[in-house]
């Protein structure tokens, strides 16, 4: 099945890559330094192989050296590129890159030594609050550290119940995507938005969009869970009350380093602000800020007990996954984003409402971070500003402002489109599936498509015709 849906998807989505550059083959005569649509082939296939490979060769993919070998030969061409043409672009990326490693690294390792025990009644209104404080609590440990911390417990509550692959789907929607869209810190784009200078608190201002669509998604939840708990048999329900222990939490020594990695964030914002402030403290503020982190990291690690990593079946093969990744990712992406700065307003996306869904289909099958980071380029060729600029609502009375937030939701919300969409999608999905007392039989690719086209899909539909055309 998966290898059908696979086969059916990867070529619309290749020719849906490359429709967006075709007025820019000859951007290269005009625009001095500028590389030739030629050099986007690279980041196109790096993002293919991506979503492709693991369907097509699971097991090969399994292994981080062969995910690494891919991502560099594919890079290296590009860097030996700007190696020769523009090498302090390329350095510039690769700051970028190690910012964006150093944030998840240090969310992932802090986060993986909180142990979150218990067994409560599985009933409606606790899986409900379950997703309700995931959908909360993404937006200071991201939408994988939330993921991570709560997935078991979740399973565990559910153990005795029968009808739960639901559970599961909407906590893939709302804990794991939509709930991480108000601070930089709950999803990988919009924490690429910060180092493009948008202030860390300008995201908070999406909390309507996040109230609606969350609110659509636990209400939905909550009467399709009650439906379900009424078909569970009498000795499961007996079972599960019996069995059920409180909530504890273990490992509190991380919750306070977890704040320790939003003070840091928000001070370095807040010092970059400073008027008239010096290149040379404006230079080092970022490194500071990233070497903060990576020593509550080290901290974490030093001061969590052994045993709760253990319980939390805690080892640092995903962020490796994703290190090696985005090292080709943000090298080959360079091009592309080069060719939207100088002459993204051939392309003919300029309503709030068209980035929002263009963004919001790429980052279903693709990697919504270098889709963010695609069209926000697109935008701020469109306007002839940066980033700060783009959020200034004195800017084409505030078309700015609304193509970005359309473009920052979009990313983060059809990041749940797919089991691909966002990392932490597939990280349930296995949680789920391992085998014991907890593990549930999820639905294919495809059979999990048909949820979130059918849930998610018609709830942003009816988001986006209120916040990006009626309003705007």
Wanted: some cysteine; charged content about 10%; proline content about 5%.
């Amino acid at each position: 099945m998966i290898k059908r849906i696979g086969d059916a998807w990867k070529i619309p989505g290749l020719v849906a890559l490359m429709a967006l550059f075709p007025s820019l083959a000859h951007a290269t005569e005009q625009a001095a330094n500028v590389p030739s649509v030629a050099w986007i082939i690279p980041f196109v296939l790096l993002l293919l192989s991506i979503a492709i490979v693991p369907l097509k060769f699971p097991h090969w993919w399994e292994s981080n050296l062969n995910k690494g070998l891919v991502a560099g030969l594919l890079a290296l061409p590009v860097a030996i590129y700007f190696i020769a043409t523009d090498y302090h672009r390329l350095l510039h990326h690769l700051h970028e890159y190690l910012s964006f490693i150093v944030l998840l690294w240090s969310l992932y390792t802090i986060s993986g030594g909180i142990v979150l025990r218990g067994n409560l009644v599985a009933s409606p209104k606790t899986n409900t609050l379950f997703l309700l404080v995931g959908a909360i609590i993404a937006n200071l440990f991201g939408t994988t550290g939330a993921s991570m911390l709560l997935i078991r417990p979740l399973l565990r509550t559910n153990q005795e119940r029968k009808y739960k692959v639901h559970t599961v789907i909407f906590f893939i929607f709302v804990v794991s995507n939509v709930g991480g869209c108000l601070t930089p810190l709950g999803d990988p784009p919009l924490y690429m938005g910060f180092l493009q200078g948008i202030p860390f608190e300008w995201t908070l201002a999406l909390w309507p969009e996040w109230l609606a669509v969350n609110g659509a998604l636990l209400v939905i939840y909550y009467f399709w869970d009650r439906k379900a708990w009424a078909k569970e048999e009498v000795k499961d329900i007996a079972l599960d009350v019996k069995q059920a222990t409180p909530l504890a939490i273990e490992g509190w020594v991380n919750v306070a380093l977890i704040l320790g990695v939003v003070a840091s964030i928000v001070v370095s914002g807040q010092v970059l602000k400073i008027p008239d402030i010096s290149q040379g403290v404006a230079t080092a503020v970022p490194w500071i800020r990233d070497g903060v982190m990576v020593g509550l990291g080290l901290i974490s690690m030093a001061a969590t007990r052994k045993q709760l990593r253990i319980d939390n079946n805690f080892n640092f093969g995903a962020i490796t996954e994703v290190a090696v990744l985005f090292i080709g990712i943000f090298i080959t992406m360079i091009p592309a984003l080069m060719l939207l700065e100088f002459r993204g307003t051939e392309l003919g996306v300029t309503h709030p409402l068209q980035y929002f869904w263009v963004t919001g289909a790429l980052s279903g099958f693709l990697d919504n971070t270098p889709t963010y980071l695609t069209f926000l380029s697109l935008a701020k060729g469109a306007f002839g500003v940066d980033a700060v600029g783009l959020i200034n609502p004195d800017l084409a009375n505030g078309l700015g402002v609304a193509i970005v937030r359309a473009i920052s939701l979009g990313a983060v919300f059809m990041g749940a489109a797919t089991y691909i969409g966002n990392g932490p999608n597939f990280m349930v999905k296995a949680i789920a599936e391992e085998k014991g007392a907890t593990q549930v039989k999820m639905p294919s690719f495809g059979g999990y498509m048909l949820y979130s086209f059918g849930i998610l899909v018609p709830i942003l539909i009816v988001v986006s015709v209120i916040f990006f055309y009626l309003a705007v």
